[in-house]
């Protein structure tokens, strides 16, 4: 079937994301990608309050249908109204996953109600790789499973393996092979999250975690958000390890339409993108640090104290999103006793550094040609807003496949240092100091990292070319995803 086929006939496929944003937003962007070269119909299915934000957050000219599946969370020992992980300390977002269990049987509901009124089902389920019982859904109604994951094809393969066959309990080794990669590659204990450090198959985390992957992996397929050019490895390793096709379509980035401030729409900015732009207009070309741990994450005290400290002492210009230390309510007020004495009041007056409280307009900072280095926990849409920009990285994992992604950053592209891992460790102001110095340096190792860096964008702007001459990588994979959704129903 040709594409211009797939394109008029008519088909309705359901999208299931995990409850969070940093995975609503790429599920967004890829419905928006499949609906621009398809008549499908696409229901995106979540908890009332998620439906609520995607509702805010879309265009009013959007298409893409809305599903509320009923979710009571206090039923679910959560607070009241917490159906996101963004809400959440990172101890509990566990308790959000089991949770996340209940909504098979009104996903059901949905996908047999769709299936009654269109007198037959839908194309496919594309569900989150964290929502896999989602296949169970799928499979009951005689309809596709596809496993859309969010994350690098390296970092991916590396979560999925590492929590399906805990390596790290088979030795006592503080470095250790993990299955699906080359026989000489090794992991250090360090890159482990302290609850996969810990895991036993019997504790939560495992118990919610380990089934799913075993789910996702009997998936039909995978869409993965990345591009050939950019992950060769990880995509032939990943691809191997799960035996069935997986489309790199990515990078996939927020669409045009939830740029901006409804980006985060439902939040709060912690200050406004022209405040942001004039006061990086002001600054030389690649001058600026930018420093952002994510909407999940934050790090300690002592390790904020340190790095306030390796800024100051670097003498470069910096615009740091800013939130409570780990062990606070991260969403709560912040307090100056966290950072050395003067420091914001110092770095405004001699305008080097800008705080932005909460979260910041990250994709326009990083495209703005002041932004020299992303000081970043690495959780992939960073990873894909900085390098889509030409931005090197100074790599803080901090969670889930975050310290995958930077040992692929620094083995494999080349574009990144890593600074520290975790919230545990101990870091000194001179380490800080130190990193900046070697990524802002315009010779050396900081010229090839930005060299690098511009070297993937570039590679990421090929994939997703597309004109009456060409099609790249990712786009050609899309087309074959689509392809590929449509003809199943013949079978
Ligand atoms: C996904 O669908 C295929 C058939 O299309 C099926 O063989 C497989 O068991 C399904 N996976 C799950 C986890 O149900
Ligand atoms: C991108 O595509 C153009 C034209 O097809 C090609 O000349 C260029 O080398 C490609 N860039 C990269 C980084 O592969």
Request: net charge negative; proline share 5%.
């Amino acid at each position: 079937m040709s594409m211009a086929d797939a394109a008029t006939k008519r088909g309705h496929i359901v999208m299931i994301p995990c409850m969070a944003h940093g995975h609503i937003i790429p599920f967004l962007a890829l419905a928006r990608l499949i609906q621009q070269r398809t008549n499908f119909t696409i229901t995106t299915a979540n908890t009332p309050l998620n439906i609520q934000y995607l509702r805010s957050a879309l265009s009013s000219s959007s298409q893409i249908r809305l599903a509320e599946l009923p979710f009571d969370a206090i039923q679910h020992g959560l607070p009241p109204n917490i159906e996101n992980s963004e809400n959440l300390p990172l101890a509990r977002i566990i308790h959000l996953f089991h949770s996340s269990l209940s909504l098979e049987a009104p996903l059901h509901s949905l996908v047999s109600q769709i299936t009654q009124e269109e007198g037959q089902p839908p194309l496919c389920i594309i569900s989150d790789l964290f929502l896999s019982w989602a296949n169970n859904v799928a499979k009951s109604l005689g309809t596709r499973n596809l496993t859309f994951t969010t994350g690098g094809a390296y970092g991916t393969l590396a979560y999925i393996s590492m929590w399906s066959n805990l390596p790290q309990r088979k030795t006592d080794s503080d470095e250790f092979w993990v299955p699906g990669f080359p026989q000489n590659f090794r992991f250090h204990r360090t890159q482990l999250h302290r609850y996969l450090r810990a895991a036993d198959g019997t504790d939560e985390w495992s118990r919610f975690l380990i089934p799913q992957i075993a789910l996702s992996m009997e998936s039909d397929g995978w869409i993965c958000n990345t591009a050939e050019e950019i992950e060769p490895l990880g995509l032939q390793l990943l691809r191997k390890y799960l035996g069935v096709p997986v489309w790199s379509v990515g990078p996939v980035l927020p669409p045009d339409t939830l740029r901006g401030s409804k980006h985060r729409a439902g939040k709060e900015p912690g200050m406004a993108l022209e405040v942001c732009m004039e006061w990086l207009d002001l600054k030389d070309e690649n001058s600026v640090v930018y420093i952002s741990f994510g909407s999940q994450n934050t790090i300690s005290a002592s390790q904020m104290m340190a790095l306030a400290e390796g800024l100051e002492e670097s003498g470069r210009s910096f615009i740091w999103v800013i939130r409570p230390p780990f062990g606070v309510d991260m969403n709560g007020e912040f307090r100056e006793e966290w950072l050395p004495t003067g420091f914001e009041k110092r770095m405004k007056d001699t305008k080097r550094g800008l705080l932005v409280h909460k979260w910041g307009p990250q994709l326009e900072i990083l495209s703005h040609r002041s932004t020299g280095a992303f000081l970043s926990h690495c959780g992939w849409n960073s990873v894909l807003e900085s390098l889509s920009n030409g931005v090197p990285i100074i790599g803080w994992p901090l969670a889930a496949e975050q310290a995958y992604n930077v040992k692929m950053l620094v083995e494999e592209m080349g574009v990144a240092v890593e600074l520290t891992r975790t919230v545990e460790s101990v870091i000194s102001g001179e380490q800080v100091r130190k990193i900046i110095e070697i990524v802002m340096d315009r010779q050396g190792k900081g010229k090839e990292m930005k060299e690098k860096a511009n070297e993937v964008a570039a590679h990421m702007r090929n994939a997703t070319k597309e004109n009456d001459q060409e099609k790249g990588s990712s786009v050609r994979a899309m087309d074959d995803l689509v392809r590929n959704i449509f003809s199943s129903k013949a079978l």
